[in-house]
DNA sequence: AATACATTTCGAACATCATCGATATGATCT
DNA sequence: AGATCATATCGATGATGTTCGAAATGTATT
């Protein structure tokens, strides 16, 4: 296994290390998508803490965002779930 | 999805959330079994640093240890790395 | 353009983690 | 028991992560 890969793959389950975001994709990927505005009430957190765990899901490339008027949606890149999937074969 | 089932999974993807132990279990993983006495060779670091990771996948249950003689041995629990598998369904 | 609401960014406090040298523990052999 | 090698623990340091209040930015509506 290269070191390259490795870390990719690192920062991929980084990306899910903590409660907060596991709950976040569960959320986004049960629901298909959702808005930004119910995830602090749905997660116990505040709301800047809540946009910035979205915000490191998205930059793992595990979400996409899109601004649909006031709110913003959010759902899941299923290639990049896949990726985690295979990766642990 | 309950506050326990998200802390659970945070803590296994914890527990690969760094490229010393992605490493570690890829080749654990595709040797069947391992001595910790090649890791601190094989991933670049040193033995106290291995030893460290090594504790962390145990303790996450990923891995299982085992003394032979003078040598530690791992190898993956499948069944624990089988649950990581279905949480991302 | 002014107001209202949603979301991100900033700044800071606090906690957790990775790393390694030094030391301690455990295991084998003579 | 003493010597030797493998592994774990300790202590410390620097890096990274979580959290939130406050302020800034974006988006629509009037």
Redesign the interface.
């Known amino acids: 296994?290269q070191?390259g890969e490795?870390?990719d793959?690192?920062l991929l389950?980084?990306a899910?290390?903590?409660?907060?975001?596991?709950?976040l994709l569960?959320?986004i990927a049960t629901a298909g998508e959702a808005c930004a505005c119910d995830f602090p009430a749905a997660v116990g957190k505040s709301q800047p803490t809540t946009s910035h765990h979205l915000s490191l899901l998205v930059k793992a490339g595990l979400l996409h965002r899109e601004q649909r008027g006031k709110w913003a949606w959010f759902w899941v890149d299923q290639d990049r779930?896949g990726a985690?999937?295979a990766a642990?074969d």
Chains 1, 2 share one sequence.
């Not at 899910?16 to 709950?23: E, G, M, N, S």
Request: hydrophobic share 60%.
């Open positions: 296994m070191d490795a870390e793959l690192a389950f980084k899910l290390a903590d409660p907060v975001r596991v709950k569960n959320l779930l985690l999937r642990l």
